[in-house]
């Protein structure tokens, strides 16, 4: 299990300056799925970023537990993947990308060398937590505590006023789920790894969040079983986000949008991202 006390530097980057930026697209690079959102098209459909060799399901899969294995194999999705929704030329775009709270710096490397890539003007990198807050809108004020629970990765933050306080991450997740029995690992996971955090807490933003109610996203956010258990063992209500698996990328498309507006080119948001 890993934690923000790990060392892991944590918040946005770009590489360049936001100025002179007219198009763009968000990218959640998923251990399942590498999600994308478009302005004006919002969440593109899974068949639509699939990679022609199959390495994007199943075993050969270029994400793995918020790490990229597979660069060749990324580099080529995230190519088509440019191509489709900016075209060939680059100039003048941004890039907002979202990744694991917690991820290492090997992913974030990798990640930021196959993205400057790609020929965008700006890059944006957003982790997970924060964007699925942007996604969530204005109630979430206050000391947040956002569950991620993904394909490969469990991660728990706390967030106050917008910034980490702290974080923990498990190398589990859905796929590690035995179909034939009840999901209850999943919840233990969650709930040793905010009991950990609430010990450590000196300034009471885990028990602020816990009173508020977790905000859950992430493909366990979708499945009931997975929801009342975490809710049962925390004894408080959870809320799981609108449409959880898509919250990230809709959350970092919020952040592309708010860019692109800033540079007049971009109308403002009306509240729907998908």
């Known amino acids: 299990m890993r934690s923000l006390h790990d060392g892991r530097r944590l918040g ?123 996604c969530a809108g204005p109630r979430t004020g206050g000391p947040l505590l956002v569950v991620d629970i993904g394909a490969g990765l469990t991660e728990v933050t706390v967030l106050v006023d917008g910034q980490v306080r702290d974080a923990r991450q498990a190398e589990t997740g859905l796929d590690d789920l035995d179909p034939a029995r009840p999901p209850a690992a999943v919840a233990r996971t969650v709930l040793d ?10 300034h009471g933003a885990v028990l602020g969040a816990l ?16 929801t009342d258990g975490i809710a049962l063992r925390l004894g408080v209500p959870v809320r799981p986000a609108d449409d959880p698996a898509t919250a990230v990328v809709r959350g970092a498309g919020l952040v592309l949008s708010s860019v692109l507006r800033r540079a007049g080119t971009a109308p403002a948001p009306t509240g729907e991202t998908g």
């Open 12 to 134: 946005p980057s770009s590489r360049r300056g936001h100025r002179g930026v007219t198009r763009g697209l968000a990218l959640d690079l998923g251990s399942s799925r590498t999600r994308v959102w478009v302005p004006g098209h919002g969440v593109l459909a899974d068949s639509d970023v699939h990679d022609d060799s199959g390495t994007e399901s199943g075993p050969g899969r270029p994400v793995r537990r918020g790490r990229i294995v597979d660069p060749e194999s990324c580099g080529r999705l995230l190519g088509r993947i440019a191509d489709t929704a900016l075209g060939t030329d680059r100039t003048g775009t941004v890039i907002v990308v979202s990744h694991p709270v917690l991820a290492g710096a090997r992913h974030r490397a990798a990640a930021a060398e196959l993205i400057a890539g790609l020929g965008p003007t700006t890059v944006i990198a957003l982790d997970s937590a924060r964007a699925a807050a942007a």
């Open 193 to 202: 790894m905010i009991t950990q955090m609430w010990k450590q807490d000196r």
């Open 211 to 226: 009173r508020k109610g977790p905000l859950l996203t992430g493909g366990g956010a979708a499945r009931p079983d997975i």
